[in-house]
């Protein structure tokens, strides 16, 4: 008796499924797709400018350095001096000297001619690095940041344990199972290691400055300021969106007046001016990165590849195919000079 129960009621369900079809099973399958779930969790906002906008380290001195040490200008390039024991002086072009005499963080996003001037017989320990952003030069991570950053390595809380990795990593660590030698075990990925936690340093360092106000006006700076910070990281997650004074300032949560002069005392810019030159930004990085402009145009906001070089030609004054020629000239001509 059970099982003839069971053999009557078993074929029920698939006949009501086949009378559904095809059509109805994909809307089925797509219910169910579309249940409740968590929702996503937005990158915070220096994540985000950092994903749109990466650091890129490269390490090229560990140790100490003894005598003077010259860097010449870089346009395109920042500076990173890590000063872990000193002393050192930095001086400039103009004779300016500041003597460090304690473990402190050096930063030229922007450098001029320098040099490094460390005791011939005692010496100093340092780890140098040049630094380059998406974009190169003036870019939405360095903006906001002086010309110098000078900050101890006391008051970049929990910087100990990286800078411990550096010094193991620089130096040779403890052999991996199956390296033929200690010496091999220790190279192995080294540079791509020192790079990376150069990169580390730095977000810290940019945490630091947001957090201390130690900006001046640009991007950094208005992500540091919660309403205009929120406005920001909308309009920085959607760039191709339709974005006006009203919909940016309802974000930040402040009247269209009181968002227009926060913006422009915090960030450096019309709101305006800056929604234009950020999608500009994402358009260069995304022309070097070989996509097509007619392609790049509706991602970043424009309706057309004649809007999109419009609005190129008015911040960068050069058409997109003539500044695109000319960087990566640029970039051939440094890899020629450096080797790389």
Request: charged share 20%.
């Amino acid at each position: 008796m059970c099982s003839a129960t069971i053999a009557w009621r078993r074929p029920a369900p698939r006949c009501r499924v086949d009378r559904v079809g095809p059509a109805g099973r994909a809307a089925r399958r797509a219910r169910l797709h579309s249940a409740p779930r968590r929702p996503a969790v937005l990158p915070d906002p220096l994540s985000l400018l950092l994903q749109r906008f990466p650091l890129h380290a490269a390490v090229f001195h560990v140790g100490e350095i003894c005598g003077i040490h010259d860097f010449d200008r870089d346009d395109r390039r920042g500076h990173f001096h890590l000063i872990r024991q000193g002393p050192v002086t930095l001086a400039d072009a103009d004779g300016r000297r500041v003597r460090i005499d304690e473990p402190t963080l050096l930063f030229m996003p922007r450098p001029e001619f320098h040099r490094l001037v460390a005791n011939r017989r005692h010496g100093a320990d340092v780890v140098c690095a040049e630094v380059s952003v998406a974009g190169g030069g003036v870019n939405p991570v360095t903006d906001a940041l002086p010309a110098l950053v000078q900050v101890p390595l006391a008051e970049l809380g929990g910087i100990e344990p990286l800078l411990s990795s550096m010094q193991a990593e620089a130096f040779g660590g403890p052999q991996s199972p199956g390296a033929s030698s200690p010496t091999q075990a220790s190279a192995l990925g080294r540079q791509a290691a020192l790079d990376r936690l150069c990169e580390l340093v730095l977000i810290r360092l940019l945490r630091h400055c947001m957090a201390a106000g130690q900006l001046q006006p640009g991007t950094l700076a208005g992500l540091a300021d919660p309403r205009l910070g929120r406005a920001l990281a909308a309009v920085h997650a959607a760039p191709a969106r339709m974005w006006t004074l009203d919909a940016m300032a309802d974000i930040a949560g402040l009247s269209r007046a009181r968002f227009a002069l926060r913006f422009h005392a915090q960030v450096g810019q019309t709101p305006a001016e800056y929604l234009a030159r950020w999608r500009v930004g994402l358009a260069q990085g995304l022309l070097r990165a070989g996509r097509p402009l007619k392609a790049i145009a509706p991602e970043v906001g424009y309706g057309s590849s004649a809007a999109l070089t419009r609005a190129f030609q008015r911040h960068t004054g050069r058409a997109p195919t003539a500044w695109l020629r000319e960087t990566l000239d640029q970039i051939d001509a440094t890899h020629a000079h450096t080797g790389s």
